[in-house]
């Protein structure tokens, strides 16, 4: 009974993972995790007020934003990215552990042939007589016909799962992906970053390989996106996020760290070496002017930004390291904005 109620619960949740991403793509729901973990449990159906509100919602036909989908997380659920992720992964180890069992299935039936054949050649060797011999050649006829069917039927089994499977793999690396994907400016997000800052930190303490960080902040971007409106203040995030990331090369990482502030990891480079890309990103972007509107443009006039630069230390943890490229940032701010500020600046 254990393993029937294991197989019963493996294949509910493989039917849960094959129904939740299509529906998405119908819907045109982005496959992020917070919004994969709300339609899974939907479709798992064990939550009724959440099953009772989205079904209200598409009977009223609206429309599922981001904001919607983000709503509905926030309002029923508590957890996080990383867990929701670990949940769509073990879904889908689910699925695959399934796949393996249908195959064994279908080599049992290959087995049986061998059985037989094994069998029938015992029975020659101990020179039967023609009724015996009629009745073999019958049993390996029989048993001919049933390995016909069973690879006719594993072939198109095969088929079908390699198809289901290719598929849910492309699905689960685009979640994978977004999971670490800044949904706006689609550059790294926060979480990426301190994955990689950490990766880093490990390589540097293991084999004394540095690396330096740079702080970034839009300067006045409160006062721009209150004058201009949000729409507005997402093209400025977008149009820094696009130059920061064109300005840095090879295993550089640049991230949106929060708000209007973005972070660049610039692994093997030294306090020198991050000083002079911190001050080439500065120029870049302080001598771009940003345009906006189709026919009737726009000059929304020059941003600039403000960065931080710190370097990695024998006593330091990401945090030491983040907090000191922050303190330079806030210096470059209060001397005025449009500048590089090191974390030397600091002590002196």
């Known amino acids: 009974m254990p393993n029937k109620n294991k197989q019963d619960s493996l294949k509910q949740a493989v039917d849960f993972l094959k129904l939740t991403i299509p529906r998405m793509k ?7 995790p917070e919004n994969y973990f709300i339609w899974y449990e939907y479709e798992k159906g064990e939550n009724s007020d959440l099953t009772k509100d989205i079904d209200q919602h598409l009977k009223d036909g609206t429309y599922f934003t981001d904001t919607l989908n983000h709503e509905l997380f926030e309002h029923y659920f508590s957890k996080r990215d990383t867990e929701i992720v670990s949940d769509v992964q073990n879904d889908t180890a689910k699925l695959v552990e399934n796949l393996l069992s249908e ?14 054949l094994d069998k029938s050649q015992k029975a020659l060797k101990k020179s039967p007589d023609i009724n015996a011999i009629t009745q073999l050649v019958a049993n390996l006829i029989e048993e001919t016909d049933q390995v016909k069917k069973v690879n006719s039927s594993m072939e198109h089994k095969l088929s ?26 689609n550059i790294p997000n926060r979480r990426a970053f301190d994955e990689r800052i950490q990766k880093l930190l490990d390589k540097y303490r293991n084999v004394g390989s540095i690396f330096s960080l740079l702080f970034i902040d839009i300067d006045h971007f409160k006062q721009f996106n209150d004058t201009h409106g949000h729409a507005i203040g997402d093209k400025v995030l977008n149009f820094i996020a696009s130059i920061l ?24 480079t030294n306090y020198q070496g991050a000083m002079v890309v911190a001050q080439q990103l500065c120029d870049k972007i302080a001598k771009k002017t940003l345009i906006m509107g189709g026919e009737s443009k726009t000059s929304l006039g020059n941003i600039t930004i403000s960065v931080g630069v710190a ?28 500048r ?5 600046a600091l002590t002196n």
Not at 26 to 32: K, N, Q, V
Not at 103 to 116: P, R
Request: glycine share 8%.
């Open 245 to 268: 990331n064109k300005g840095i090369k090879g295993s550089d990482m640049v991230a949106r760290y929060g708000g209007e502030e973005f972070v660049v990891l610039l692994p093997k």
């Open 311 to 338: 370097h990695i230390s024998t006593e330091d943890e990401a945090t030491s390291l983040v907090a000191r490229a922050d303190k330079a940032l806030y210096l470059a701010k209060e001397e005025g904005r449009n």
């Open 160 to 185: 079908a799962m390699k198809e289901e499977v290719d598929i849910l793999k492309s699905d689960m690396d685009a979640l994978n992906t977004s999971a670490y994907t800044d949904q706006l400016t």
């Open 26 to 32: 119908d819907l045109g729901i982005p496959i992020t």
């Open 340 to 344: 590089v500020i090191g974390e030397q």
């Open 103 to 116: 195959l064994d299935d279908m080599q049992a039936g290959t087995q049986n042939f061998s059985n037989t």
